[in-house]
């Protein structure tokens, strides 16, 4: 029963936060909206934080992938990074939000370095496959490229706020131009395998 109440609470919290943003939901109005007593959800959450925290963990573990060779894969990664980012939009409308608030930041670092290290992997397998070229690169590139993904999902995620796009619409905007910026570090073979997975 508590694990189904825990459960509960989390998707009461996701739907509330999503839609009035984590700043202007209460444990109040959680607890109203779930129709239980405020020290219910402080046994299983103390805090509106630790609510927080299980949600952004509990979307990082959806979000994770193990490494593997193939475009396919890797467009999967990404299509992955950009969909939990455009389905929690208003949890994540502040980028710096989680780093504010000193019961968050920690958590939030490191699944930021989590998600990363995933990211550089998938891109490795890629580099081990042949598709990537990393050749004649310093030994930094493989960082510098995943930097660069990192930060085109924090600026998708601003432009977002800015215009209103309908979402399909704007997440193959934002696929497309992560492969633009890929392309010109594919060998011949990533460049044969991207044609075949994005026609032009």
Not at 31 to 49: C, E, Q
Request: charged fraction near 20%.
């Amino acid at each position: 029963m508590a694990a189904s109440t825990r459960a509960d609470i989390l998707a009461t919290a996701r739907e509330l936060f999503t839609r009035y943003g984590y700043h202007h939901v209460s444990m109040r109005s959680i607890s109203d909206a779930m129709g239980i007593s405020v020290g219910n959800l402080t046994y299983h959450f103390p805090r509106k934080a630790d609510l927080a925290d299980a949600l952004l963990e509990q979307e990082l573990q959806r979000v994770l992938m193990a490494p593997r060779p193939g475009l396919d894969a890797l467009d999967q990664c990404l299509r992955g990074m950009l969909s939990s980012l455009l389905e929690n939009a208003r949890l994540f409308s502040d980028a710096a939000m989680f780093l504010s608030i000193p019961a968050l930041a920690h958590g939030h670092r490191d699944r930021v370095a989590r998600l990363r290290a995933m990211l550089r992997a998938m891109l490795q397998a890629q580099a081990d496959a042949g598709l990537l070229d990393l050749e004649d690169k310093p030994a930094s590139a493989l960082d510098d490229l995943t930097d660069l993904l990192m930060y085109c999902h924090l600026g998708w995620q601003q432009q977002m706020a800015l215009f209103s796009l309908p979402p399909r619409q704007a997440l193959e905007q934002a696929m497309g131009l992560q492969w633009t910026a890929l392309r010109p570090w594919l060998t011949p073979a990533g460049l044969a395998s991207l044609d075949q997975l994005r026609p032009i």
